[in-house]
């Protein structure tokens, strides 16, 4: 099994004043020093693997990362000369992908800090290896072709995680074949949901049903005020997150509406750390986990990483799966612990007046599936916290998101103008989830 790191930032608490571990959002997911720490369940001859990292470059440099965590290409295979060596620099089309923004070198950091340096803080992958590429330029702004563009040179050479903090309202057809191309060809693609506390169900590359989409939590395990919503697919902590900070950088500096002092996100007596907060750091944490999960077991498909990590996540918030938070927390434990074809799905898409066996009835859409199935049911609740369920019949099994789950007689709805309706789940090992659907009558 592999012992946890014992590195300065990994193990100590306050660097910045604060009362709570510095990498405490890897301990909030499973990763800590203790004896049922995830990274115990992990073999000590896990296999590499890569890791792209689509965003503003990165700090190569920073004694933080070592250089077996950097992807090294083989050969020349798309004409680019031999130049890409550990990525590409979509911008100024060299294989020199320098971050001077400082944002993509944070992320790299929680993916793969190395734990070689006693002195910095720990990423959650030592056998990550990543691949730079620059599609986003030093003001934090990019193009949608270079999007597509990296996202397809990730697939083509042998990403199996491609993570992307970054996001957008506009979603054109070329990024859409991008994600598709990346998705058969068998990456995992992790998405960060965006900061700016609006639905974002139909936005950009988050609305795609072939990638992860995080949200940010904070020290409540509840969803950060900034973060997105909409069609999220699991969260993870997202506030004050320390990783390492690119050479002549300030990230935060000149962001639009955030009050900052120059300098004040500089952690320790040389400024080679930096702490922030937002779903773009709440990614990369499901990026790592994803990348270790197929590190341990290489024989992974895609689906069946994001299969296990939304069906092993802690709820969290509003009960059942949700547009906040989705399946809940990332649980790495639990994740790494899953047999490989596991998977447990409650969803209620929406609801219809029908006509069943001439009477009226609310018909049920969604989802109640698992690998192992044993059972589904449908519960309703009055008000908007119901204090007891009453049982109203069992739900099909049904592995289309939308799919038909059961009919209500509509003479259950009798006495309140607002009603919870709840599915359950039961996977044959008892584990449960549930969904949950608000229905305002009249």
């Not at 007596?269 to 937002?278: F, I, K, L």
């Not at 609740?381 to 998101?401: F, I, Q, R, Y």
């Not at 039961?426 to 989830?433: E, I, L, Q």
């Amino acid at each position: 099994m592999l012992e946890p790191p014992d590195n300065h930032y990994f193990t100590s608490q306050g660097s910045w004043g604060q009362q709570y571990p510095d990498q405490w959002a890897l301990k909030r997911i499973g990763f800590d020093a203790t004896p049922q720490s995830a990274w115990r369940l992990v073999k000590r001859n896990a296999q590499p693997v890569v890791v792209a990292v689509i965003d503003t470059g990165v700090d190569w440099n920073h004694r933080n990362i070592d250089l077996e965590n950097l992807w090294h290409k083989p050969k020349d295979t798309d004409g680019k000369g031999g130049d890409d060596v550990i990525g590409w620099d979509f911008f100024d089309h060299d294989g020199k992908p320098w971050d001077y923004d400082g944002h993509g070198t944070f992320v790299a950091g929680i993916i793969a800090g190395s734990w070689k340096d006693k002195s910095g803080i720990a990423g959650i992958n030592p056998f990550a290896r990543l691949m730079v590429l620059k599609a986003v330029n030093n003001f934090g702004h990019s193009r949608v072709s270079y999007i597509a563009e990296a996202i397809a040179y990730a697939a083509d050479n042998g990403a199996r995680v491609i993570n992307l903090s970054l996001g957008g309202k506009e979603f054109p057809k070329v990024a859409q074949a991008a994600i598709d191309y990346a998705y058969a060809k068998g990456a995992v693609i992790v998405v960060a949901a965006g900061n700016e506390g609006v639905d974002v169900s139909k936005f950009g590359i988050t609305g795609s049903d072939k990638v992860l989409t995080v949200a940010a939590t904070g020290f409540d395990d509840q969803r950060a005020v900034f973060s997105n919503y909409g069609k999220i697919s699991v969260a993870a902590p997202g506030l004050d997150i320390l990783s390492m900070r690119a050479r002549r950088t300030d990230t935060m500096l000149g962001i639009e509406g955030v009050k900052y002092t120059p300098g004040g996100a500089f952690v320790g007596e040389d400024n080679r750390y930096y702490r922030a907060s937002g779903t773009s750091f709440s990614a990369p944490l499901v990026s790592g986990l994803a990348s270790l999960m197929i590190a341990n077991d290489p024989s992974l498909t895609n689906k069946q990483v994001m299969n296990i990590i939304k069906s092993t996540a802690r709820d969290v918030g509003t009960p059942g799966v949700d547009q906040y938070t989705g399946y809940g927390i990332i649980d790495a434990r639990s994740a790494l612990k899953a047999p490989k074809d596991y998977f447990l799905f409650a969803g209620v898409s929406r609801v219809e007046v029908v006509q069943s066996r001439g009477v009226q009835a609310v018909r049920v859409h969604g989802q109640a599936d698992a690998n192992d199935f044993k059972s589904a049911r449908i519960e309703i609740g009055a008000g908007e916290a119901p204090a007891k369920w009453k049982l109203v019949g069992t739900a099909n099994k049904s592995t289309d998101p939308d799919g038909v789950l059961g009919d209500i007689p509509a003479t259950n709805f009798a006495g309140a103008p607002v009603w919870q309706l709840r599915v359950i789940v039961m996977h044959s090992n008892g584990s449960t989830r549930e969904a949950r659907f608000k229905l305002n009558l009249g």
